[in-house]
């Protein structure tokens, strides 16, 4: 079974500092992409980042960053210069023909 | 092109009676999906439609949902029979055939069955 855990059900930072939200996954396959996405309160699902699993290196996206350990199966989301923009439900997903996700951490910047 | 379209965006009905949602996804996406997701939890998956062809089901989901894209465009969800258990945000997605660039959601469909 392919799975996805989110250890963090809320997590909160101040404005302008730096959080990183967990992630781990168990599969059986090799080839597979990893994603975040972000859910700000009653809004829609956005791609905040992606990870190819056969690139060592780690994807950044401006103030977005992931630390990809394959062989732990862990994929942890990094936010520097928080935002209170960045309030939300940021969820950790993964696969290759169609993506499980995790149960989502809530993450609150305060000013 | 102005994203993933769903419709309606909220959908009230009583326990028993059916509902069909519909799901228009970006235009030049081959793959569309369908994930349900209850409160405080992540979206669930569904199942996937790759143009008109489905190609995987949840082994979740119940013979009361089905779901339908008979020419590679728009998708329909079906529940019949509803129960309350079934109130939920219903949300589309769509993506290029590999889905390796992420998908698009649309901003879902919110059941609520009483």
């Known amino acids: 079974a392919q799975t996805v855990t989110q250890s963090q059900p809320e997590m909160s930072v101040q404005e302008a500092e730096t959080v990183t939200l967990s992630c781990t996954y168990d599969?059986?396959?090799?080839?597979?992409?990893l994603f975040w996405y972000k859910q700000p309160p009653s809004r829609q699902m956005i791609l905040v980042i992606r990870q190819e699993a056969y690139k060592q290196q780690n994807a950044t996206e401006n103030r977005f960053s992931v630390n990809f350990q394959k062989a732990a199966k862990s994929f942890s989301l990094k936010i520097s210069d928080s935002q209170l923009g960045d309030t939300a439900m940021y969820f950790c997903?993964?696969?290759?023909?169609?993506?499980?996700f995790g149960a989502g951490t809530r993450l609150t910047v305060k000013p | 092109d102005t994203g993933v379209s769903q419709d309606p965006r909220h959908k009230i009905t009583k326990r028993g009676q059916n509902v069909t949602f519909r799901c228009d996804p970006i235009s030049e996406h081959n793959r569309l999906y369908w994930y349900r997701q209850t409160l405080g939890q992540g979206p669930e998956f569904l199942t996937y439609f790759q143009n008109e062809a489905q190609l995987e089901k949840s082994r979740l989901l119940s013979d009361r949902f089905s779901a339908e894209r008979p020419k590679g465009s728009f998708s329909t969800l079906e529940i019949q029979r509803t129960e309350q258990g079934d109130s939920a945000m219903y949300l589309c997605?769509?993506?290029?055939?590999?889905?390796?660039?992420?998908?698009?959601f649309g901003s879902g469909t919110r059941l609520t069955v009483v």
């Open positions: 599969t059986s396959e090799s080839n597979y992409y």
């Open positions: 997903a993964f696969g290759f023909n169609d993506m499980r």
């Open positions: 997605a769509s993506s290029r055939v590999t889905g390796n660039y992420g998908y698009t």
